[in-house]
Structure formats: C-alpha cells, structure tokens
C-alpha cells in the first residue's frame, strides 16, 4: 500500500504540474475569479443597493454561477486530460504499474488544479467580502465553495468513464459526448421531471421532483447548499416537503451525500474498470 500511495502521489503531482502550466487552467482561475467578484456586488446593486453583498447573498447567487460552470469545466479539462493518445498511452501503460494506479494519480492532481483555480475565485471574493461587510453568513459561503468541490470530483470521474480505455477514438469525439453530459445533467434533467411532473397527480408529481433532486448531482449540490446557505426558506414551502421527505436535515444530509458519494464510486470503478480492459 505504502509504495502504491507513493506512485499515485507521483502521477498526482505530475498531472498537476501540467495543469498548473497550462493556460487553459490559469485562464479558468481569472475568469472564475471576476465572476465571483462581479457576482458578489451586482445582486447587491440591482436590488437598489450599492457595494458588495454579504457572505449570504453572495453564496446564494454564487450557487448557480457553480452550477453551470464547474460541471462544464472538470468535464472539459478531465476528457482533454485523460483522452489517451496512441503513442501516449502506450508509453504511459507499459509502465509496471497499475492502471488504475495511474488513473487515481491523474485524477487526483486534476482534481487539485481545478479546485486550486476556484480557490483563487472564492478566497478573493471571500476576502474582499470580510474586509467591506464582515463574516456574517461566511458558513453558507463556505457550504458553496464546497459544493463546487463535491462538483468537481464528480464531474470529474465522468469524464474519466467517458474518456479512458478509448484510444481509437478521437478526443473531439470525447468532447462531443462530454457536453452533451453536460447538457443533459445541467439543463434537460430538471425539464424532463418538470414535464413528467406535470402530468402526475400532485402526491406523486413532487415526490418525482424531490426523487430527481437526489440522484441528479448537479441537484443534489443545488438543493444540498441552498438549504446550508438559506435555510427552510430556501424553496418556500417545498423546502419544508423536501425535508419531510427525507426525515428532516439529518436525513436530507444523508440523503444527498449517499446520491453523491455514490456517483463517485460507481463512476471512478467504472472508469478503472475501462482501462484494465483496454487493449493499449
């Protein structure tokens, strides 16, 4: 075990030598950066206000900012990453190691970059917040860029299942299948169960949406820190159904953990699954 964990270190703080060198990785680190800048003081200014928002607000309208951008991101930057080259990949695999140690390694130092890079965004909006309006609400704050962390790693692993083990496919390929994920993870999900709720006797429409708000992980990260950041409050009544549902925040905690931490097994096991059968 020891000289295993030694060898996923050393293609860990290989794989994150190269993404922090990369633009691409320095690039998302600005952008993120700005947009969470921009997004803690224009909440504030169009609701009539001036300055920054505090911690609370911020988190709340931060939340779909994280939505949006991290899946696409991790899943971009995971299939450009873990796309094999045939010349690559032979060379990479032919060493005496395991693969999935190899693949643990690499996903752990993407895994380092990414966050690293929303780091950079939270940390300085966090800190221009705590001087301007102080540290109350800073805990919802933290529950989203926590989130995005849970986002990352998940998001992550489906790239690894979409991309290891193919190397006779291109990597435009593994893109095109990477975005329709997204698409479908972030945007048509939460249409289809709004459509099938809509036929269904109320009873049963809501709990399709409180069902569709656990296993969907983009949801399950929604529903997981706008409850953390606002409460009971957060979805007004639908809120208080929600946890009646799950038995109350304990169950609800556990509830979307589980969802998850279960997307993550299954997909990192997938992934490595993948790649021992693959002939590279």
């Known amino acids: 075990m020891p000289g295993r964990w030694s060898t996923v270190r050393l293609c860990a703080r290989q794989e994150l030598l190269l ?21 803690a003081s224009s909440g504030y200014v169009l609701s009539g206000g001036s300055g920054l928002q505090d911690f609370s607000r911020t988190a709340a309208s931060l939340v779909q900012l994280v939505l949006l951008i991290v899946p696409l991101t991790s899943l971009v930057f ?7 080259e045939a010349g690559e990949a032979e060379l990479l695999f032919s060493q005496p190691v395991a693969r999935s140690t190899i693949l643990a390694g690499k996903l752990l130092g993407l895994f380092v970059a990414l966050t690293a890079a929303q780091a950079i965004g939270f940390g300085a909006a966090g800190l221009l917040l705590f001087a301007r309006t102080g540290q109350e609400g800073i805990g919802g704050f933290v529950g989203v860029a926590t989130g995005s962390m849970v986002l990352t790693a998940v998001f992550l692993a489906i790239a690894a299942a979409v991309a290891v083990g193919d190397a006779g496919l291109r990597r435009a390929r593994h893109l095109a299948i990477a975005l329709v994920i997204w698409f479908v993870a972030v945007v048509l999900f939460d249409v289809a169960a709004l459509g099938l709720a809509s036929l269904l006797p109320s009873g049963l429409a809501s709990r399709v949406l409180m069902v569709s708000a656990i296993i969907n ?13 606002e409460g009971t409050s957060a979805f007004g009544a639908a809120s208080l159904a929600f946890l009646r549902f799950t038995g109350g925040p304990v169950g609800a905690t556990c509830w979307l953990a589980t969802s998850l931490v279960s997307w993550l097994v299954v997909l990192t096991a997938t992934a490595a699954a993948r790649l021992k059968r693959a002939d590279i």
């Open 19 to 39: 993404s922090v060198r990369s633009r691409w990785t320095q690039t998302f680190a600005i952008v993120f950066a700005m947009l969470a800048l921009a997004v």
């Open 78 to 84: 995971g299939v450009m990453a873990l796309s094999p």
């Open 217 to 229: 992980p983009v949801d399950a990260v929604r529903t997981g820190t706008l409850l953390a950041v």
